[in-house]
């Protein structure tokens, strides 16, 4: 069962500033195990004109042995405080897939 952790940002800065963090930051949660890391961007409804992250595990041990390990890694700390300069945090979700 695939574990998908969904983040909503709010971001006045400029969308090659948003993408240059969310590169850095794919790179750091790919190599602590995610399969995929994507970006995207809401043009409707109320949260339109802000961003959503995705990131997907396989499955939760790998997202717990990531949790545990991420605070350790200085560079990807580094990512995350850059990300806090280019858009503010307003929401995370985390999810669990069900096999239909």
């Not at 090659?16 to 750091?28: E, N, T």
């Amino acid at each position: 069962m695939a574990v998908v952790v969904v983040s909503r940002w709010k971001s006045g800065s400029d969308l090659k500033d948003i993408v240059r963090v969310c590169k850095q930051a794919k790179a750091h949660w790919l190599r602590h195990g995610a399969e995929e890391f994507q970006l995207a961007r809401f043009h409707t409804g109320l949260w339109a004109g802000e961003y959503l992250t995705s990131i997907t595990f396989p499955n939760a041990a790998t997202y717990g042995k990531a949790l545990d390990d991420m605070p350790k890694d200085a560079e990807f700390m580094a990512v995350m405080a850059e990300a806090q300069k280019v858009a503010q945090l307003m929401s995370r979700n985390t999810l669990t897939s069900i096999d239909v």
